[in-house]
């Protein structure tokens, strides 16, 4: 494995064009940034920039009547997301919504979706979640008068594994049968890359009569969904990490048409799931949007929908097809060259490809914290997780097999010769 064999996939490459979509962090080091932090930030579209300006121009222009005037009023903005968030996800536009962030939209899904009683009020969480979900699981459960140290049921790793079986999954799931409320899991898990079959794990939740929700932080944009089919109940994602849309960008939002329309299941109501020819008319009575919609609260972003919008027009020109394809390259490229030239030292964390996207968590012999500082200097974009963790991403939209090659061979260089 050499840089000319890693040129000449990119040479290959069906997506090459997209790196020049991209704005890559200014850094003096002699190849270049190599960024690899998309699972945190992703990097900024060039169109994003004139997009928000745009949008500056419109408020300039129009004042309020930016709400109605120009290319892409205010009002129906977030429409603009709709269509290219049913492609990504796999789902219908009237399952789809841009609102609100990620915790904020978890907690909002758990309102309508987490309705424990005396005898099913357990919710099923994997036992490394992400904080943020795990205190609003908990918080859930306290509000609802449980206690969650009985409500709250972390699945485990086997004994000297590191990831959950999925047959453990569906027996706990089994186990838990009738008491089961929630089944709540990232996919894939934010520190260990791994990723669940989201069919069999809502169906094995529908089995017990409990509902299946996935936080998509590090799936959407990254794995190939089809939330609509699998029958998954919601979905909540947020938008900076694999979508680019920046820092705090605004979140996405999935709920099965099968518990949309005039069911009325209880949820925080605000005026913007009022019952669009009725908004204005600005009177007491709550008429839901007969689609996800309902569930938005306030007006929306537009700064942070316009970012979003210029990277999801890539997202659809480049289809999430072909950046799956791309990405399992590019990951498989960093594994192998892992295994070979940086074997004695670190070892993977993340599962073999089908049960990961694009991330690489990588657990080094040594703590690698000492070495951050080295590979910033070297114009290394990575990130460290307590206590011993590297987590790298390819990203297929912007990342190439040359960009891989030459973070291996820093990496090397760094852990061999300091
Ligand atoms: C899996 C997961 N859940 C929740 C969050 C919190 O996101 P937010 O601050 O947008 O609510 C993150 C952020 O990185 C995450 O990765």
């Given at each position: 494995?050499?840089?000319?064999?890693?040129?000449?996939l990119?040479?290959?490459?069906?997506?090459?064009?997209?790196?020049?979509?991209?704005?890559?962090?200014?850094?003096?080091?002699?190849?270049?940034?190599?960024?690899?932090?998309?699972?945190?930030?992703?990097?900024?579209?060039?169109?994003?920039?004139?997009?928000?300006?745009?949008e500056?121009?419109?408020?300039?222009?129009?004042?309020?009547?930016?709400?109605?005037?120009?290319?892409?009023?205010?009002?129906?903005?977030?429409e603009?997301?709709?269509?290219?968030?049913?492609?990504?996800?796999?789902?219908?536009e009237?399952?789809?919504?841009?609102?609100?962030?990620?915790?904020?939209?978890?907690?909002?899904?758990?309102?309508?979706?987490?309705?424990?009683?005396k005898?099913?009020?357990?919710?099923?969480?994997?036992?490394?979640t992400?904080?943020?979900?795990?205190?609003?699981?908990?918080?859930?459960?306290?509000f609802?008068?449980?206690?969650p140290?009985?409500?709250?049921?972390?699945?485990?790793?086997?004994?000297n594994?590191i990831?959950?079986?999925?047959?453990?999954l569906?027996?706990?799931?089994?186990?838990?049968?009738?008491?089961?409320?929630?089944?709540?899991?990232?996919?894939?898990?934010?520190?260990?890359?791994?990723?669940?079959?989201?069919k069999?794990?809502?169906?094995?939740?529908?089995?017990?009569?409990?509902l299946?929700?996935?936080?998509?932080?590090?799936?959407?944009?990254?794995?190939?969904?089809?939330?609509?089919?699998w029958d998954?109940?919601?979905a909540?994602?947020?938008?900076?990490?694999?979508?680019?849309?920046?820092?705090?960008?605004?979140?996405?939002?999935?709920?099965?048409?099968?518990?949309?329309?005039?069911?009325?299941?209880?949820?925080?109501?605000?005026?913007?799931?009022?019952?669009?020819?009725?908004?204005f008319?600005?009177?007491?009575?709550?008429?839901?949007?007969?689609t996800?919609?309902?569930?938005?609260?306030?007006?929306?972003?537009?700064?942070?929908?316009?970012?979003?919008?210029a990277?999801?027009?890539?997202?659809?020109?480049?289809?999430?097809?072909t950046?799956?394809?791309?990405?399992?390259?590019?990951?498989?490229?960093?594994?192998?060259?892992?295994?070979?030239?940086?074997?004695?030292?670190?070892?993977?964390?993340?599962?073999?490809?089908?049960?990961?996207?694009?991330?690489?968590?990588?657990?080094?012999?040594?703590s690698?914290?000492?070495?951050?500082?080295t590979?910033?200097?070297r114009?290394?974009f990575?990130?460290?997780?307590?206590?011993?963790?590297?987590?790298a991403?390819?990203?297929?939209?912007?990342?190439?097999?040359?960009d891989?090659?030459?973070?291996?061979q820093?990496?090397?260089?760094?852990?061999?010769?300091?």
């Amino acid at each position: 494995m050499t840089l000319a064999h890693a040129q000449e996939l990119d040479r290959q490459d069906p997506l090459k064009s997209f790196r020049q979509e991209f704005i890559f962090p200014d850094v003096s080091s002699k190849d270049g940034p190599l960024y690899f932090a998309g699972h945190s930030l992703g990097l900024m579209p060039k169109k994003a920039k004139d997009y928000i300006n745009e949008e500056l121009q419109a408020w300039g222009q129009y004042g309020v009547e930016g709400h109605f005037e120009g290319a892409h009023p205010w009002l129906p903005y977030h429409e603009n997301i709709t269509g290219s968030f049913s492609r990504l996800v796999g789902a219908k536009e009237s399952e789809v919504v841009a609102m609100n962030s990620l915790t904020v939209n978890l907690h909002l899904m758990m309102v309508s979706f987490y309705r424990p009683t005396k005898t099913k009020y357990k919710i099923l969480i994997e036992n490394n979640t992400f904080p943020s979900d795990k205190y609003a699981v908990d918080s859930q459960s306290r509000f609802h008068g449980f206690d969650p140290s009985t409500t709250v049921v972390e699945l485990k790793p086997r004994p000297n594994e590191i990831h959950i079986r999925e047959e453990d999954l569906i027996a706990q799931i089994e186990s838990l049968g009738d008491s089961l409320s929630l089944v709540l899991l990232g996919n894939c898990n934010y520190l260990s890359g791994q990723c669940f079959d989201f069919k069999n794990v809502t169906a094995a939740a529908h089995k017990v009569g409990a509902l299946a929700g996935f936080n998509l932080a590090h799936g959407a944009g990254n794995l190939r969904l089809e939330l609509h089919n699998w029958d998954v109940d919601f979905a909540v994602w947020c938008s900076y990490k694999y979508l680019n849309s920046g820092p705090g960008g605004i979140a996405g939002a999935f709920i099965h048409e099968k518990h949309l329309g005039p069911q009325n299941l209880p949820r925080f109501e605000g005026w913007w799931g009022q019952n669009k020819k009725n908004r204005f008319k600005m009177g007491p009575q709550f008429e839901a949007i007969p689609t996800v919609e309902a569930w938005q609260l306030s007006n929306p972003p537009i700064f942070q929908l316009a970012s979003l919008r210029a990277s999801m027009e890539l997202f659809d020109q480049a289809t999430m097809k072909t950046l799956r394809e791309k990405g399992d390259k590019l990951t498989n490229y960093f594994e192998k060259l892992v295994e070979t030239e940086l074997k004695s030292e670190v070892s993977i964390v993340t599962p073999e490809s089908p049960n990961r996207g694009s991330m690489l968590c990588l657990r080094f012999k040594n703590s690698p914290q000492k070495w951050t500082q080295t590979l910033r200097e070297r114009g290394v974009f990575v990130d460290f997780r307590e206590p011993d963790i590297i987590r790298a991403t390819p990203v297929p939209l912007y990342n190439s097999f040359e960009d891989v090659f030459k973070l291996v061979q820093t990496f090397k260089e760094v852990i061999y010769e300091s």
